[in-house]
């Protein structure tokens, strides 16, 4: 198994240790150590063998004793020009000395060599400490439920999040900051109003190019959100010159770090970090969380994360919706759901696709693109969303209206077009982005029966599709009834038996 050493000032510097006489247990909570081996010398009595102890079973030396920069070691094992990567219980190794101590008041010393495992390879500086050993243990505690969720979750947005990432020319591992954000929830919303994978604040989300609006929140967007999570963090990265500084920013705003690096005189987040008021306390949490949440999610089942049930990667296909589209309709077209369609696209606020944004682009379900567009040439523009329309009475106000269909005053305004939400006259009609529905227009429902009138005759460029959404029915159940498959063609002036018909108003073609 290949392994990774990290030095003797390193390891020290990780465990803040301090110096260490007498006896107890080294302190071997590092998440970088797999084991920790421990000599032991009788300095008294040169002619006993020394006793090599592994994970508490006892070795025989294989060679005579030695010392490098004062230790004594197997000379066969460690020379002078190299005091690491060497195995001195022929086990894989490598391994490296990294503490020792006199044991009680006697003469007897203790050495230890750690093995460090080969851990995933990061792209950011990786510091493991008292705090960050702190919230390893929470999240293998009192969070593990929690974190059990976010880890699962991750798999479905993490390959997405690092590709962007990778591309924009940042570090991948990155990434991992979403994970302490929000547990990959694109949905996840938190008490100051922050929203999505990133939660971005409301106007830090549209200083970074995200809309959001009424109709749209593209905080929510996984996709978009990491592009502007990328581009804030690089921002923050160029005027710090640290990713641990430019997370801090990003966490507990770049204003409150610029401060405190003046006020202290320190580059360091650690240093700022022990200072009792530089930095808010969930700021000074929010590096050694990150820190602890790489590392376990990089290696889950090494801190006791087993038989997770990851969510499969997100996959989907883009197509432009320029105008405002019903998700029902966008549905059906892609073959899909509506809460399928919801999932894939959770920036979506409303039941329809945004208005005046003609380069929208909607994700459905992969490989069902070209269908789409096909079945989407055949829907008329009128049949594509359907708004109710409200007949403003004496009294009436664009406040009491909103509230009525639950709704917002400003929707309403841009729908209607209207320049002043204090005059509006009676007996105008005005459409409330609502979805019709049978208490709010004339809809009826016509059954035929085998023996009566259910006929429909097709005219040029009629598809299967096109009618089955003219009349209100399933495609199904349109081939079922005239015993049809989807690939047969079907030909102008043909006869089509339709059982029963859902119609708004009155289409453009009839039933006979």
Known sequence: MERTLVSLASFLALICAPAWAGGGNFPSQNPLITSIQLKTESCGAPETPFQWMYNDREFEPTAGAAEYDGYPVEEDLYTEEESVGVDPFDTGGPYELVFSGRVGKGWEKEYYYAEFEALPPYDVPVVVNDSVERFIRYFQTRGRRSFVKWLERSAAYLPLVKKILRQVGMPEDLAYLALIESGFNPLAKSRKKAVGIWQFMHWTGKRYGLRVDWWIDERRDPEKATLAAASY??????????????????????????????????????????????????????????????????????????????????????????????????????????????????????????????????????????????????????????????????????????????????????????????????????????????????????????????????????????ISIRFGVDMENVLQWNELNESDLIMPGQKLYLKEAHLTEEPETTIQ
């Open 233 to 466: 963090l690089k921002n923050l990265h160029g005027r710090f010159g640290s990713w641990y500084l430019a997370a801090a920013g990003y966490n507990g705003g770049e204003g409150r770090v610029i401060r405190a690096l003046k006020k202290y005189g320190t580059e360091d987040f650690w240093e700022l970090a022990s200072r009792r008021r530089a930095l808010k306390k969930e700021t000074k949490n929010y590096i050694p969380k990150y820190l602890a949440a790489m590392i376990i999610a990089k290696n889950p089942e090494k801190y006791g994360f087993y038989k997770l049930d990851y969510l499969g990667p997100l996959a989907y296909d883009r197509v432009k919706v320029a105008e405002a589209t019903d998700l029902k309709v966008l549905a059906k077209a892609a073959g899909t759901t509506v809460k399928e369609l919801e999932r894939l696209n959770p920036e979506l606020n409303r039941w329809f696709t945004p208005p005046d944004y003609p380069d929208y682009e909607l994700k459905i379900p992969p490989g069902s693109a070209e269908l789409f567009i096909e079945r989407m040439k055949t829907i008329p523009p009128p049949d594509r969303l359907r708004f109710h329309t409200h007949r403003v009475k004496k009294g009436d106000t664009l406040w009491n209206i909103a509230r009525k269909y639950r709704t917002s005053i400003g929707a309403i305004m841009y729908l209607n077009n209207l320049k002043n939400a204090r005059f509006i006259r009676a007996g105008t009609k005005l459409v409330v982005p609502v979805r019709e529905k049978k208490s709010y227009a004339k809809k009826s429902t016509v059954k035929f029966k085998l023996s009566e009138k259910g006929l429909y005759t097709v005219k040029k460029g009629d598809t299967l599709w096109g």
